[in-house]
Every structure is written in structure tokens, then in C-alpha cells.
């Protein structure tokens, strides 16, 4: 089974930043042949799509984050990141990392991390 392991979340102050990362179980899963993706979940609201990344580096973002995320991979540690800056209380969530993904973001892959919390304080 693919395992998904998210870090890097904790509390910031808006205007602030956090990176968190993405590590797959290398034996049996390469990032490099998957397209990934990043989502969070607010409290009381949907799973909702942040950002992917296709194994060729294309780059897809939602809306609201545009301009102050950036989601990137490093094949050679299997890892993915997703460098938020700008922080706003409202991009508090837990954040999931996702394999799989369709790069628009339409539709999830079948493996995910078990989410870290991010909190924005304003």
C-alpha cells in the first residue's frame, strides 16, 4: 500500500508562511510517475482541491491560492512541498497530500496522507 506522509503544518500569523511536505513510501510508490496534488479541509466544510503537479512539472492551482502557493517535487527524495505564503486565517484547514490527482483537479487519485493542520491566526 502507498503511503502518503505529510509534515511541516503548525500555527502562523497571517502574512506569514509554512512549507509542508509529502513523502511516498519509495519501495513501492515514485512520485515521479504520478501526478500529486495537494487539498485541505476547513472545519464544518468539503475536502477541497489546492494545487497539483503532473510528472512533467506542469502546475495547476485553485483560485483562492493563486499567486501565493507554489507546489513543487523533489524525485530524487520521492517528496512533494507546497510553499504557502501570505497566509490568510481563512486558508486554516487540515492539509492532505493526494496521488494520483487529475491536474485540474476535478477528480482525487485513491492515495492520501493522513493531513496536517495548519492554523492561521489573525
Known amino acids: 500500500q502507498v503511503q502518503l506522509v505529510e509534515s511541516g503544518g503548525g500555527l ?16 513501492i510508490f515514485s512520485i515521479s510517475i504520478s501526478p500529486m496534488g495537494w487539498y485541505r479541509q476547513a472545519l464544518g466544510k468539503q475536502r477541497e482541491f489546492v494545487a497539483a503537479i ?43 497530500c493526494n496521488a494520483g490527482v487529475v491536474i485540474t483537479g476535478t477528480r482525487s487519485g485513491a492515495y492520501w496522507g493522513q493531513g496536517t493542520q495548519v492554523t492561521v491566526s489573525s
Open 54 to 96: 503532473t510528472s512533467g512539472g506542469t502546475t495547476n492551482y485553485a483560485d483562492s491560492v493563486k499567486g501565493r502557493f507554489a507546489i513543487s517535487r523533489d524525485n530524487a527524495k520521492n517528496t512533494v512541498y507546497l510553499q504557502m505564503n501570505s497566509l490568510k486565517p481563512e486558508d486554516t484547514a487540515v492539509y492532505y
Open 12 to 27: 502562523v500569523q497571517a502574512g506569514g508562511s509554512l512549507r509542508l511536505s509529502c513523502a511516498a513510501s519509495r519501495s
